[in-house]
């Protein structure tokens, strides 16, 4: 297969996260003319990973296909970590508003500050001012998100999101941005209320749950 629609400024996005949700890396292959995908993927632990591709087959609509990927090397199991509203990376401090809720569009809001002031010139990347993976714990469901805001220049520190998990349960939430040109990625362990009535899962069968924007 060597036809793909560019989607948010690529034909494939690869996403591998671990099965503890603590490990996260979202990257971009390049293909060759026989449609192979290589990339080197960044330094992880060892362990037990899910590997997703996401892509629009041109003239189709937009999937994800996964496989599992073992890491070799010394492994001691980890728990999925606790839930969390905040979290650091490389000095940003990033906090995570609003509640999931299962079976319905739930807003949440990034917040991105550094030294306690607001981060108001977030790089676009991608073609917006972030982007949101949602993983589910246990099956390794997966959910792809893009801002709620369209922009085509800097901004934040706020970036607001519509998810939609199909389940209540642990998600893994992971929030990719970019500012002085470099791509940083905040993650928190959050958890999904029940839906007030009957939801049908569709990520139920262990197939990942594609987003749309």
């Known amino acids: 297969m060597t036809a793909f ?5 690529k034909e ?8 503890d949700l603590r490990t996260y890396a979202h990257v971009h292959p390049e293909r060759d003319a026989r449609g192979t995908w290589t990339v080197t993927a960044p330094p992880m632990p060892a362990g037990s990973y899910r590997v997703y591709a996401d892509f629009v087959p041109t003239g189709g609509e937009g999937m994800t296909l996964a496989a599992d990927l073992g890491v070799p090397g010394d492994y001691t199991p980890q728990p ?3 839930p969390a509203h905040e979290t650091t990376v490389d000095g940003y401090d990033v906090s995570v508003d609003g509640e999931l809720v299962a079976g319905q569009e739930s807003v949440i809001t990034v917040t991105v ?13 991608l073609g917006a001012l972030g982007h949101l993976v949602a993983i ?15 922009t085509n220049g800097p901004g934040g520190p706020a970036v607001r ?8 349960g642990t998600y893994g939430l ?3 941005f970019s500012h002085g040109g470099t791509v940083r990625t905040a993650s928190v362990i959050a958890d999904a209320a029940p839906a ?12 990942e749950e594609h987003g749309h924007d």
């Open 196 to 207: 007030d009535d009957t939801h049908t899962d569709t990520a139920g069968s262990g197939e």
């Open 161 to 168: 999101f519509a998810v939609d998990v199909p389940t209540a």
């Open 5 to 9: 629609d560019v989607a948010h400024e």
């Open 174 to 176: 992971y929030f990719d």
């Open 113 to 125: 500050t550094r030294g306690g002031e607001p981060v108001t010139d977030l790089d676009p990347y």
């Open 80 to 82: 999925v970590p606790e």
């Open 12 to 19: 494939l996005h690869l996403v591998l996260v671990s099965r």
């Open 136 to 150: 589910r714990d246990g099956d390794l469901a997966y959910l792809h998100v893009h801002p709620l805001d369209e």
